[in-house]
């Protein structure tokens, strides 16, 4: 029996100084919080901010961890991170078609990925956190 296969990825949720959130535009999913997949013998953490400055451009600073959400049908755990800016200047890639702070409901409102939003919303409550949600892509809207 071999042992079981997991991707294992890291987010961040980045709110400026003027309340607003970073986004970035992909060509998958459209808008979302940038964030990917951790690579070996890197932290979540490290990975939150590496995949922030490669989407974005932006530098940040974790705050502090949220929670995570899991797909147990397709084997992805996602780490949440409330971040700050500290640096940097936003640009696009190959996996940003754009980028850019947004005030929140706004933000928000853009993301329609799957349950991309609800990641936001709960990283956005303090209350709610911290957070383990446990989903399958069958009933994931």
């Given at each position: 029996?071999?042992?079981?296969?997991?991707?294992?990825?890291?987010?961040?949720?980045?709110?400026?100084?003027?309340?607003?959130?970073?986004?970035?535009?992909?060509?998958?999913?459209?808008?979302?919080?940038?964030?990917?997949?951790?690579?070996?013998?890197?932290?979540?953490?490290?990975?939150?901010?590496?995949?922030?400055?490669?989407?974005?451009?932006?530098?940040?600073?974790?705050?502090?961890?949220?929670?995570?959400?899991?797909?147990?049908?397709?084997?992805?755990?996602?780490?949440?991170?409330?971040?700050?800016?500290?640096?940097?200047?936003?640009?696009?890639?190959?996996?940003s078609l754009e980028s850019g702070f947004f005030p929140?409901?706004?933000?928000?409102?853009?993301?329609?990925?799957?349950?991309?939003?609800?990641?936001?919303?709960?990283?956005?409550?303090?209350?709610?956190?911290?957070?383990?949600?446990?989903?399958?892509?069958?009933?994931?809207?």
């Open positions: 029996m071999s042992p079981p296969k997991h991707i294992l990825s890291a987010a961040a949720i980045v709110i400026n100084e003027q309340n607003e959130l970073l986004l970035i535009r992909g060509p998958r999913r459209g808008w979302e919080m940038p964030g990917g997949q951790v690579e070996e013998g890197e932290s979540l953490s490290q990975a939150a901010i590496r995949e922030t400055k490669e989407e974005s451009g932006i530098d940040i600073e974790i705050i502090k961890f949220c929670g995570i959400f899991q797909n147990i049908e397709n084997s992805i755990c996602n780490t949440l991170f409330l971040a700050k800016p500290i640096g940097g200047v936003l640009i696009t890639s190959s996996e929140i409901e706004e933000a928000i409102l853009k993301v329609e990925w799957k349950n991309f939003r609800e990641r936001i919303e709960y990283c956005l409550k303090p209350e709610m956190q911290p957070f383990c949600i446990e989903f399958s892509d069958k009933n994931n809207i």
